[in-house]
């Protein structure tokens, strides 16, 4: 009995990791640290898409044009909107309403899946 006792107690050294708690931990805080980088970064080019939307709005009054642009914060893609000058109604959108919204629902389930937290 002595033997078994001995051997399991010398596996169970030899089989711990010793050094991998901090390599894990390193990793983790560099991972959020590229997580709020990004983050910024998109928040950055979202504001500069919306500048360049206002932008593009004012050369198309000033042309007397029924092209309006847009962005969509939720998806960050800039759109296309033709609408009929005299009654505001709008033609044609482009990407098509529903084609954003099939983007919103992606972005959000690829976001369930990859979740790291859950």
């Not at 894990?24 to 919306?50: F, G, I």
């Given at each position: 009995m002595?033997v078994?006792?001995?051997?399991s107690?010398q596996?169970?050294?030899a089989?711990t990791?010793k050094?991998?708690?901090?390599?894990?931990t390193?990793?983790v805080?560099e991972?959020?640290?590229s997580?709020?980088?990004?983050?910024?970064?998109?928040?950055e080019t979202a504001?500069?898409l919306?500048q360049?939307?206002?932008?593009?709005?004012?050369?198309?009054?000033?042309?007397d044009?029924?092209?309006?642009?847009?962005f969509n914060?939720e998806?960050s893609l800039m759109?296309?909107?033709?609408?009929?000058?005299s009654?505001?109604r709008?033609?044609?959108?482009?990407p098509?309403?529903?084609?954003?919204?099939l983007?919103?629902?992606m972005k959000e389930?690829?976001g369930?899946?990859?979740?790291?937290k859950g």
């Amino acid at each position: 009995m002595d033997v078994f006792s001995a051997t399991s107690k010398q596996v169970e050294t030899a089989t711990t990791p010793k050094v991998a708690t901090t390599a894990q931990t390193r990793q983790v805080n560099e991972s959020n640290e590229s997580a709020k980088v990004n983050q910024q970064n998109q928040s950055e080019t979202a504001k500069a898409l919306t500048q360049t939307v206002k932008e593009l709005n004012e050369q198309m009054d000033i042309l007397d044009t029924n092209v309006s642009f847009g962005f969509n914060d939720e998806i960050s893609l800039m759109y296309v909107n033709v609408m009929e000058k005299s009654s505001g109604r709008s033609i044609r959108k482009i990407p098509t309403e529903e084609a954003m919204d099939l983007s919103a629902k992606m972005k959000e389930i690829v976001g369930m899946i990859f979740d790291k937290k859950g």
